[in-house]
Nanobody
Framework: QVQLVESGGGLVQAGGSLRLSCAAS????????MAWYRQAPGKQRELVAV???????SYADSVKGRFTISRDNAKNTVYLQMNSLKPEDTAVYYC??????????????WGQGTQVTVSS
């Protein structure tokens, strides 16, 4: 079993920045891919960004150019740097990890979620 612990959410004004962190309790191929999803009230969960063990990345169109996902394998930690935040980025952000992660097939492991609120 893998535990994922997130931190870094909060309240920020539009145009501001936040960095989310997600620390995994252990490493291994079971968490080869790490990702961030988000879910806003009344909306479906969506994949925001994913990074593979080889550090290949992909992003939702809505965050390209503003968000950057990265990982520190020595610390078993994935980060999401969010710049130029917009009110529509307001959501609960969830860390996810698994052997593979795609938009419709998340990994087996989830964090508890962290609230990001962007005020206009």
């Amino acid at each position: 079993q893998v535990q994922l612990v997130e931190s870094g959410g909060g309240l920020v004004q539009a145009g501001g920045s936040l960095r989310l962190s997600c620390a995994a309790s252990r490493s291994g191929f079971s968490i080869n891919a790490m990702a961030w999803y988000r879910q806003a009230p009344g909306k479906q969960r969506e994949l925001v960004a994913v990074i593979t063990g080889g550090s290949s990345t992909s992003y939702a169109d809505s965050v390209k150019g503003r968000f950057t996902i990265s990982r520190d394998n020595a610390k078993n930690t994935v980060y999401l740097q969010m710049n130029s935040l917009k009110p529509e980025d307001t959501a609960v952000y969830y860390c996810n990890a698994g052997r593979f992660v795609t938009a419709f097939n998340p990994g087996n492991y989830w964090g508890q979620g962290t609230q990001v609120t962007v005020s206009s």
